[in-house]
Nanobody
């Protein structure tokens, strides 16, 4: 399984971005998926997760602003980010759990600044 994340960039506070993570192979065989982020000098943290059944969970800091979704037909995981804040600045990573194994994308940088 390989994951390729994209969609990061520079955006002003209050703006929006959509991250995508293309999964090589069938996404149907993957259990949970998620987006994590790591800001400079901080530990990597879970931003949002989605199960194979479509149940979602979010970090308190992004609830109501971010939406995670998965398109099994396109083998793609998404993260729609609205009302972005400077504190959302980080490298964002997608993650997939298959059995007992955990797979990571390469990360995409999101910078929120005026």
């Amino acid at each position: 399984v390989q994951l390729q994340a994209s969609g990061g960039g520079l955006v002003q506070p209050g703006g929006s971005l959509r991250l995508s993570c293309i999964v090589s192979g069938s996404i149907f065989s993957i259990n949970d998926m998620g987006w994590y982020r790591q800001a400079p000098g901080k530990q990597r943290e879970l931003v949002a997760g989605i199960t194979s059944g479509g149940s979602t969970n979010y970090a308190d800091a992004v609830k109501g602003r971010f939406t995670i979704a998965r398109d099994n037909a396109k083998s793609t995981l998404y993260l729609q980010m609205n009302s972005l804040k400077p504190e959302d600045t980080a490298v964002y990573y997608c993650n997939a759990i298959l059995g007992a194994s955990s797979y990571w994308g390469q990360g995409t940088l999101v910078t929120v600044s005026s």
